[in-house]
């Protein structure tokens, strides 16, 4: 199976490990064009493959709700809230994308949509029984944005200066870490006792204020960022503690 992915574009692994959820095109196929990001699902112990969407829209950023190894989260910029759809051409495809939830229990095909901007929403990640994290270039840079999975309500987690390109946290220590563009570079920054229940107010980027005043896309509230500067991980430096292979201290980098 696997060596018919072309491009994986995301992954994640069920609470029990009993399954895979992939984006990927795959070649070899007849009806199977290079380009067409779709869902997967891999029974590890039986290894069987399920193909989820088929079409041209770009699905991406799989990921599993809880402790199922059904129900997914996942980014597409699919226009309907539904797989049963025709297979569609690139006129019909945009660059927006929304969080769509999946659930086979309750239907095959239909699809709830979670979030519907003219911007991407990208990378959800599951943080607990009630919330989701997720990307949004909302303010014109992306930031981290937190989903109530009962009201639907986002908020804006962070008014980061860099746009978040990657993230990872632990929902036990409260600890952030993001990878973002800074100085010519791409760099890893960490944030320790994070408030991942902040609703932070948005602040436009200046290429996004023109095209809202263009009248191209939806305007924001804004408001000064009120954030400090993130503490950059740095990987260069020798700790002054003796080194235990066991023990990884961060608040160590200097």
């Not at 995301?10 to 029990?16: E, K, L, N």
């Not at 602040?203 to 924001?220: A, D, H, N």
């Amino acid at each position: 199976y696997f060596a018919f992915f072309n491009q994986v574009t995301g992954f994640d692994i069920s609470a029990d490990g009993s399954t895979l959820a992939i984006s990927s095109d795959r070649v070899g196929f007849a009806d199977v064009q290079a380009g067409m990001n779709d869902i997967y699902m891999y029974n590890l112990r039986e290894q069987t493959m399920k193909r989820i969407s088929t079409d041209l829209y770009d699905d991406t950023d799989p990921m599993f709700v809880g402790n199922s190894n059904e129900m997914l989260i996942f980014s597409s910029n699919r226009i309907a809230d539904s797989l049963n759809v025709a297979v569609g051409n690139f006129q019909t495809i945009g660059d927006n994308y929304d969080l769509f939830y999946y659930n086979p229990q309750e239907s095959p095909n239909k699809l709830v949509r979670l979030t519907n901007t003219p911007q991407k929403e990208l990378q959800p990640s599951y943080f607990d029984e009630r919330t989701v994290l997720y990307l949004s270039g909302k303010t014109g840079i992306n930031n981290l944005y937190s989903l109530d999975l009962i009201s639907k309500e986002s908020k804006q987690v962070t008014n980061s200066r860099q746009g978040i390109k990657k993230y990872g946290f632990s929902a036990n220590t409260k600890d952030f870490i993001f990878r973002a563009w800074q100085k010519r570079k791409d760099r890893m920054f960490l944030k320790r006792n994070f408030d991942f229940a902040k609703n932070e107010k948005a602040v436009l980027t200046p290429r996004l204020e023109y095209l809202q005043q263009k009248g191209l896309t939806e305007p924001e509230s804004q408001e000064q960022p009120n954030e400090e500067t993130p503490k950059e991980v740095k990987t260069d430096t020798i700790p002054q503690r003796p080194y235990d292979p066991n023990v990884i201290d961060t608040d160590d980098y200097q």
